[in-house]
């Protein structure tokens, strides 16, 4: 089984910062892309930034220039520094990964961590 397991989130000041972190395990054997999601309530699950294996970023014209996210291939893990955080980036906070299990044959298969809360104070 793979999973995906997050931490960082937490309540902070508008102007704040925080650093939200997703390791990924089980039987994987490579993975493709690794990427965070947030939904605030009421509203539809969104892209906040993503990443490949070899290092491409992308973010949401939202977060940009205040978000960063980053990876770790060997360790199978991405972060999201979040800085200068206001209250509208409020939200429960998934990581999605995009990777390829190890099973006859292998699969290409999408995971989701289970959410870690965000919450901005203005």
């Known amino acids: 089984q793979v999973q995906l397991v997050e931490s960082g989130g937490g309540l902070v000041q508008a102007g704040g910062s925080l650093r939200l972190s997703c390791a990924a395990s089980g039987n994987i054997l490579t993975i493709n892309t690794m990427g965070w999601y947030r939904q605030a309530p009421e509203k539809q699950r969104e892209s906040v930034a993503g990443?490949?294996?070899?290092?491409?970023?992308n973010y949401a014209d939202s977060v940009k220039g205040r978000f960063t996210i980053s990876r770790d291939n060997a360790k199978n893990t991405v972060v999201l520094q979040m800085n200068g955080l206001k209250p509208e980036d409020t939200a429960v906070y998934y990581c999605?990964?995009?990777?390829?299990?190890?099973?006859?044959?292998?699969?290409?298969?999408?995971?989701w961590g289970q959410g870690t809360q965000v919450t901005v104070a203005s």
């Open positions: 999605n990964s995009n990777l390829v299990v190890d099973e006859l044959p292998p699969k290409i298969k999408d995971y």
């Open positions: 990443i490949t294996s070899g290092g491409s970023t």
